[in-house]
């Protein structure tokens, strides 16, 4: 028997979609409850031992800042901290961290235990009952009903999963787990469309038998700079990673089991991650390159094992053995697991509105690997953003949606559910837009009100961040008053090789020289942001101050960018309006707007094959009022495009 009768929210599967939705629901108040197939893998890791990366970092920081766990997690079970691309400009500046694997998926377990409102229920979920195009209910494979006002599901790679390794192939969603079956079906059976996508992961190996002597170490950043914007600094012993290579020794024994390999020999249907190839993929595709990059990163502080980064694969296990002992360190090592992929079931995104719920089934919301995502991250943001926009759906309040110009999460969700995805999507800085404004620095300024806003930012770390936002302001400001002159600052100019001043000068014009650092304008003028140089919270905002004032003119040309967007995504379109009425339209905007229904005229006009005449014709609309049977009205598409032209 299960504990409620009814629940507000009962999120399917606990991986990284699942908790993060299940935590939402229930620390807004909801009756959730979190159903998953084994209890044991609550948060598991199914691949790298890892969070975080280029843009994947940014991800996470805007989650932690909305109130998600993931970011609390990983500085708790890390043992590894980096900042990536600390070479190139903010706007790709990205945090990377290892993870204790066991540790990570241990915390988030207990995260959900803990948490109010929050039951957690090992079963599998076999079908959905639907009554008048609503949920209603989660059949499971013990044989019960358990009746809900909303669903969320993420079973990650879990529907139908085939294992295949060379020529073998068994029914599995990862390894050692059973492959969920029903859900599909049962989707199928309510009209939904799915398809077939694929994933891999390589082999492991015992450290113990590693030669590092032969690799080179890849140590963690001092001091470790934190995910959560909660966390003021991380003290911990890092485990470094290393870095080996392969070679065309390498190269010849894997190319002898293409004939064998699931993918070249046609076994595996569904499409692979373009971004995140496996190693039989780079040998073919780069038939020039002479070798290729190896991290063998440690899978946790209680294990000897390490996890071979790079060399995904699905080849015969004897080949994989054989190709590996040829890698300078790893001539004489053990594997303990072999590489795999897997085959699974997916729904094209395109069947979701922007917040997530379904177009098909009302109150059924979707999120992670199910929408064709790969990564932990960009799964852990949709589940979060599903399980807010659930509960919001059972108060009958309006969904929280963020857009392209606001985050990262904005521009994942809106490409998904706008231009759906035929391969597993992963998230890059170059899917956005405006980079330079959403950068993994400003998620806190950017996103935390709104996790106020929803309840889930305490009020102390939210008057923290009104304190730095005044901080930021007060301190820009006393920049632009503050004077210099010539003879104060030349020398540290000259010495700097930027051209010395001739009359006094500002320090924020100082600090838009590249060359100069804010830290070197210490002790000009008089700032409360001198005084408290090394307190974390002026670190914060001198950080800002310094990218605001550096950036200033891509900034603002950004900003107005945006402004110019936003007017578009303002501009809301019905949802039941019937698009084969405006004879106006090209036949296939007209197709395409009736089958993708998008809310606004921004996202209409992000859809491939609506033009951007079909653009002005909704416009012109949206000024009228939407009325089907605008054709019948006598308004033609002659008398609609002389109108426009006037
Ligand atoms: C072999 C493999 C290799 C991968 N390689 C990479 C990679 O190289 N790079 C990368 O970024 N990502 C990779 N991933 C993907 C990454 O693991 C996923 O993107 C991420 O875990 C997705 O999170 P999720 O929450 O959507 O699903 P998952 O983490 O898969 O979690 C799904 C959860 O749902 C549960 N579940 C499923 N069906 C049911 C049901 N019917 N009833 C109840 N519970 C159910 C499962 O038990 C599990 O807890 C790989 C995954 C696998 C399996």
């Known amino acids: 028997m299960y504990n409620q009768d009814l629940y507000d929210v009962l999120v399917i599967g606990a991986g990284h979609a699942g908790t993060e939705a299940a935590l939402a629901a229930a620390r807004m108040g909801a009756r959730t409850m979190l159903m998953t197939m084994n209890i044991f893998t609550i948060g598991q890791m199914s691949c790298n031992p890892a969070i ?66 929050l039951e957690i229920r090992q079963d599998m979920a076999t079908g959905i009952v639907v009554r008048n195009g609503q949920i209603t209910g989660v059949r499971t494979m013990t044989g019960s009903v358990i009746e809900t006002r909303t669903v969320v599901l993420t079973a990650g790679t879990f529907l139908n999963g085939i294992i295949h390794v060379g020529l073998t192939n068994y029914s599995a969603g990862r390894a050692g787990e059973f492959a969920a079956k029903g859900m599909t079906e049962s989707l199928l059976e309510l009209g939904f469309e799915t398809g077939r996508l694929k994933t891999g992961t390589p082999p492991r190996l015992n450290g113990r038998t590693i030669d590092f002597s032969k690799t080179e170490s890849q140590p963690g950043d001092e001091p470790p ?94 080949v994989q053995v054989k190709a590996i002992h040829t890698i300078p360190g790893l001539e004489n090592v053990q594997v303990t697991r072999t590489g795999y992929a897997v085959e699974y079931d997916y729904f094209p995104p395109t069947q ?67 231009k759906g995805t035929i391969e597993p999507y992963r998230m890059f800085t170059s899917r956005a837009e405006y980079r330079l404004l959403l950068r993994q620095d400003n998620a806190d300024l950017r996103l935390l009100p709104h996790g106020h806003r929803l309840g889930l930012i305490d009020d102390t770390t939210h008057q923290n961040l009104q304190n730095k936002k005044r901080g930021i302001k007060e301190t820009i400001a006393a920049l632009r008053e503050l004077y210099v002159r010539p003879e104060e600052i030349n020398e540290l100019l000259l010495a700097k090789g930027t051209p010395p001043i001739t009359q006094n000068e500002n320090l924020q014009k100082i600090l838009r020289r590249p060359e100069i650092q804010l830290s070197e304008l210490r002790g000009f003028g008089r700032l409360e942001l001198w005084d408290q140089w090394n307190d974390k919270f002026w670190q914060n905002v001198a950080e800002q101050v310094e990218i605001e004032i550096k950036y200033a003119g891509f900034i603002e040309r950004e900003r107005e960018a945006i402004a110019r967007f936003e007017r578009l995504e303002e501009k809301k379109l019905p949802l039941s309006f019937d698009y084969h009425t405006l004879s106006a339209l090209s036949a296939e905007a007209r197709e395409k707007l009736n089958k993708l229904r998008p809310a606004s005229i921004g996202q209409a006009a992000r859809i491939s094959g609506v033009s951007p005449a079909d653009v002005t014709v909704l416009l012109m609309h949206l000024r009228r009022g939407f009325t089907n049977g605008a054709e019948e009205a006598g308004v033609s598409r002659e008398t609609e495009l002389t109108e426009l032209e006037e």
């Open 52 to 117: 975080g990366g280029v843009a994947k970092g940014q991800l996470v920081r805007e989650l932690d800042a909305l109130g998600g766990e993931m970011g609390l997690a990983i500085d708790d079970a890390g043992i590894q901290f980096r900042m990536l691309n600390k070479s190139k400009g903010p706007a790709v500046w990205s945090p990377r961290a290892q993870a204790d694997r066991v540790q990570y998926a241990t915390r988030v377990r207990f995260a959900c235990e803990q948490q109010p409102n």
């Open 225 to 318: 700079p934190p995910f959560s914007f909660r966390h003021d600094k991380l003290t911990l012993e890092q485990m470094p990673c290393h870095l080996t290579y392969t070679n065309e020794e390498t190269h010849a024994i894997l190319r002898t089991g293409l004939d064998r390999s699931p993918m070249y020999s046609g076994r595996i249907q569904g499409v692979g991650p373009r971004y995140c190839p496996s190693i039989e993929d780079k040998i073919t595709r780069f038939a020039e390159r002479t070798r290729h990059q190896i991290f063998l990163e440690p899978e946790g502080r209680q294990t000897t094992e390490y996890y071979v980064n790079g060399f995904s694969t699905s080849l015969p296990e004897e």
């Open 352 to 418: 979701l509105h922007p917040w997530l719920e379904t177009k098909p089934v009302a109150n059924l919301f979707f999120a992670g690997q199910v929408n064709g995502t790969t990564g932990y991250e960009e799964a852990a943001v949709q589940g979060f953003m599903a399980g807010v926009n659930a509960v919001l759906k059972t108060r009958g309040e309006e969904p929280f949606i963020l857009n392209r110009s606001e985050a990262y999460i904005g521009v994942l969700i809106d490409d998904l559910v706008t």
